[in-house]
């Protein structure tokens, strides 16, 4: 069984950086591609990234700011979020699924089969 861990939230300023980690265990991490979401209080979780093997994807909201590796390796993914605004106070989620040529499906949450507990990030102004 799957099971993927988050670290690294917090309490930071705006303008602020921060690196939220996603731990994987129980199946072939390489076989999965990678999700990134976060959910504000009173709203639907939202789309962050995914990163499968050689390529990340982002939203329109946080592109240019956000980035999504991987460490294949250590079976680890991780979102590091610079210029950190108030807007992108949310709990965020890493979440595993099987890779599709499709972006679209990819951004939805209902794609993925494994989800962590996820971690809360507070951005204040």
């Known amino acids: 069984q799957v099971h993927l861990v988050e670290s690294g939230g917090g309490l930071v300023q705006a303008g602020d950086s921060l690196r939220l980690s996603c731990q994987f265990s129980?199946?072939?991490?390489?076989?999965?591609?990678l999700g990134w979401f976060r959910q504000a209080p009173g709203k639907e979780r939202e789309f962050v990234g995914t990163?499968?093997?050689?390529?990340?994807h982002y939203a329109d909201s946080v592109k240019g700011r956000f980035a999504i590796a991987r460490d294949n390796d250590k079976k680890t993914t991780y979102l590091r979020m610079n210029d950190l605004k108030p807007e992108d106070t949310a709990l965020y989620f890493c979440?595993?699924?099987?890779?599709?040529?499709?972006?679209?499906?990819?951004?939805?949450?209902?794609?993925?089969?494994?989800w962590g507990q996820g971690t809360q990030v507070t951005v204040s102004s």
């Open positions: 990163i499968n093997w050689s390529a990340a």
């Open positions: 129980g199946g072939n991490f390489n076989s999965y591609t």
């Open positions: 979440a595993a699924g099987i890779w599709v040529p499709d972006s679209e499906a990819l951004g939805r949450a209902s794609h993925y089969d494994y």
